[in-house]
């Protein structure tokens, strides 16, 4: 991933549900509000060596947003699993 074309408000994020992770991109205002509204994800600060070009390109291709209501994509799962917990 090139730094030069990631958005300044763009973060890749991951949720390990236990079993595995959830990968997203997330369009927030910076880290700490992520961190703040959900403590769950990772934020990675690259593109892991495994994750394709491709895969990347998708994930930004269908971006999530911190403030939307109701949450999508991984979000879901995430707030299903706090919900059981």
Same mark, same amino acid.
């Given at each position: 991933?090139?730094?030069?074309?990631?958005?300044?408000?763009?973060?890749?994020?991951?949720?390990?549900?236990?079993?595995?992770?959830?990968?997203?991109?997330?369009?927030?205002?910076?880290?700490?509000?992520?961190?703040?509204?959900?403590?769950?994800?990772?934020?990675?600060? %690259?593109? &892991?060596? #495994?994750?394709? =070009? +491709?895969?990347?390109?998708r994930l930004? %291709?269908? &971006?999530? #947003?911190?403030? =939307? +209501?109701?949450?999508?994509?991984i979000l879901?799962?995430?707030?299903?699993?706090? =919900?059981?917990?």
């Amino acid at each position: 991933m090139d730094d030069a074309d990631v958005r300044a408000d763009e973060f890749l994020v991951c949720y390990d549900y236990g079993m595995g992770g959830l990968w997203a991109v997330l369009i927030a205002p910076s880290e700490d509000a992520i961190k703040s509204k959900y403590p769950e994800l990772s934020i990675a600060s %690259s593109q &892991p060596a #495994w994750m394709t =070009d +491709d895969r990347m390109a998708r994930l930004r %291709s269908e &971006p999530l #947003w911190l403030d =939307d +209501d109701p949450p999508t994509g991984i979000l879901v799962a995430l707030l299903a699993d706090r =919900d059981r917990a």
